[in-house]
């Protein structure tokens, strides 16, 4: 046997279990402390009633003889896929096939997944600072990675690769910046990858916090797009699933990828349960879309009083507007590191160090919004009063 030696090319530990190892050695050093979490995006508030009861419901029909479901089809439901066009791309004047949607447990895992689509010698560019998983799925295939760097100089934005890119990451509304794209930026980049038989892997799982009017909430939206691009997204930080594990992938006809993507997901998925995709279902009803509108209402307010409470005390940062993340420039010229140990030691506050996301994201940090807004507050009266 002969292991996969791309992975000594990795980081030792990925970036959230890092972060978690810290949190949880820090918590068992000193129980007396309350450790206020805004590190790893992971939601706090509870599920809405209405996706509740479907569950609930759900479950109760698989102890019935009658309504008993075992596997469902690899791809998902017809009824979600359809739901899905329905309310996600119809009225935005995209048009989809049902088998060009596709079911999953979650971005994160076909974000990595994808990658097995393509040959091993593809080169790819990637934005960072940025979610980590698209170099680690990339370094994990041994794929040559240029990375396209963002920082305030240009307005977090990416430029275009000097060099041919096979395929492209992007994330936006951007994890960890929060920076999104106008139709006209999204646009250069479909019209980078038809001219050089690109393909673009587009993480659209925050666009439920899009605020700003004149941004896209998909890369669809761009002509030309279904060409070039698979479209991730979830239900995690749109509908709070992050326990739940449900999303899906478009993965249109025209760029030749849906039979192959069909193919993978038959031989190694056997489908997102039934009661995380009735879940999903009812996102969609007008009780469910109250309630997940009532969930993003509160993390956008907790977006705003994290960066207005930063601005005030002389912060420099980004973000917040059109995501759930808050880019903050470390005081002192410290590195990122320094900073979150300070935070954890001093404040007990809980980040995420942004060097973490690349090396673009050196001297700062990321704070989640995702976190209860008290615990929010509370921290920064913490960092006000130490640091
Ligand atoms: C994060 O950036 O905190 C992540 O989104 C967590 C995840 O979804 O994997």
Not at 166 to 185: E, M
Not at 191 to 206: E, F, H, L, T
């Amino acid at each position: 046997m002969n292991k996969n030696t791309h992975y000594q090319n990795l980081q030792p530990n990925y970036l959230f279990k890092e972060i978690t190892d810290r949190a949880v050695a820090y918590t068992e050093a000193h129980p007396e402390h309350k450790l206020l979490r805004m590190g790893v995006g992971d939601v706090t508030r509870p599920l809405p009633p209405a996706i509740i009861q479907a569950m609930q419901k759900a479950v109760a029909e698989l102890g019935q003889a009658e309504t008993f479901r075992g596997y469902c089809l690899e791809e998902g439901y017809e009824w979600l896929r359809q739901a899905i066009i329905d309310n996600e791309y119809t009225p935005k004047g995209i048009d989809l096939d049902i088998h060009e949607v596709f079911i999953g447990e979650g971005a994160g895992s076909d974000l990595g997944n994808l990658s097995e689509l393509f040959s091993s010698d593809n080169k790819v560019a990637i934005l960072e600072p940025t979610y980590p998983a698209y170099a680690d799925a990339s370094i994990m295939a041994g794929r040559p990675i240029t990375y396209l760097p963002c920082h305030a100089e240009n307005g977090f934005v990416p430029e275009l690769p000097k060099q041919k890119a096979d395929i492209i990451y992007l994330c936006f509304p951007n994890n960890p910046t929060g920076t999104v794209l106008t139709y006209a930026q999204l646009k250069e980049w479909v019209d980078y990858a038809r001219r050089n038989g690109s393909i673009i892997i587009y993480d659209a799982a925050y666009v439920a916090y899009i605020s700003q009017p004149g941004i896209p909430h998909s890369i669809y939206e761009i002509e030309g797009a279904k060409e070039v691009a698979i479209e991730v997204k979830s239900y995690s930080k749109s509908a709070g699933f992050t326990s739940v594990r449900c999303g899906y992938t478009v993965v249109p006809k025209e760029t030749g990828l849906q039979a192959m993507w069909l193919r993978r997901q038959c031989t190694k998925y056997n489908g997102t349960s039934y009661i995380a995709q009735r879940a999903a279902l009812a996102t969609y009803t007008p009780e469910g879309q109250a309630g997940i509108h009532a969930n993003l209402d509160v993390y956008k307010a907790t977006a705003l009083l994290i960066k207005n409470g930063l601005q005030t005390m002389g912060y420099e940062v980004y973000g917040g507007d059109n995501a759930p993340y808050i880019w903050c420039r470390s005081p002192h010229g410290w590195d990122s590191w320094s900073f979150f140990d300070h935070l954890l030691r001093q404040c007990q506050v809980l980040c995420t160090p942004g060097v973490g996301f690349g090396p673009s994201g050196e001297g700062y940090v990321r704070f989640s919004a995702f976190s209860k807004s008290e615990d929010c507050i509370e921290a920064l009266q913490r960092m006000k009063e130490q640091i």
